[in-house]
């Protein structure tokens, strides 16, 4: 639609709990990096009105992924296209394309990509802003936090 924001509201249509409904242009949204050969784009989060999920895809060098962290919720992990090695504590598992993992909330988990092409990975996560407890104390533990 042009000249639409981003995210809109559309008048006369009633989400959850009578709220609006929000409409989000994926095109319209920005990739960032999060880390070396990670990039990362929001689809629902608080930052754009989701008030019980927060969903992602990020987009994986070879040899780049999420290292070991958790979150206080459950998250389901999907490869969209690649490979990728993911970990629950010290079990690891290959996913490939249109595979799935359910990490139980309060597990340590990441994923690396091992293939030779570009890892696409969603996430869901059973809270609207991203908060993860990394191994490696340097990463960003929140994002996506309303007005932010």
């Known amino acids: 639609m042009a000249g639409t924001s981003p995210a809109m509201t559309v008048e006369g249509h009633s989400g959850f709990f009578g709220e609006p409904m929000h409409i989000v242009d994926l095109e319209q949204q920005p990739r960032e990096e999060w880390r070396a050969g990670v990039r990362t784009r929001m689809k629902a989060s608080a930052a754009n009105s989701a008030t019980q999920l927060c969903m992602f895809e990020q987009w994986c060098d070879p040899g780049h992924g999420a290292p070991t962290h958790l979150h206080a919720v459950e998250e389901v992990l999907c490869v969209r296209e690649g490979r990728a090695d ?16 359910i990490v139980p909330a309060g597990r340590k988990h990441g994923f690396s990509n091992t293939g030779q092409t570009t890892l696409h990975i969603e996430s869901t996560l059973a809270a609207p802003v991203f908060e993860a407890a990394y191994d490696d104390r340097r990463e960003t533990p929140r994002r996506w936090l309303p007005g932010v």
């Open 86 to 101: 993911v970990w629950v504590d010290d079990k690891h598992a290959t996913l490939t394309s249109g595979q799935l993992v």
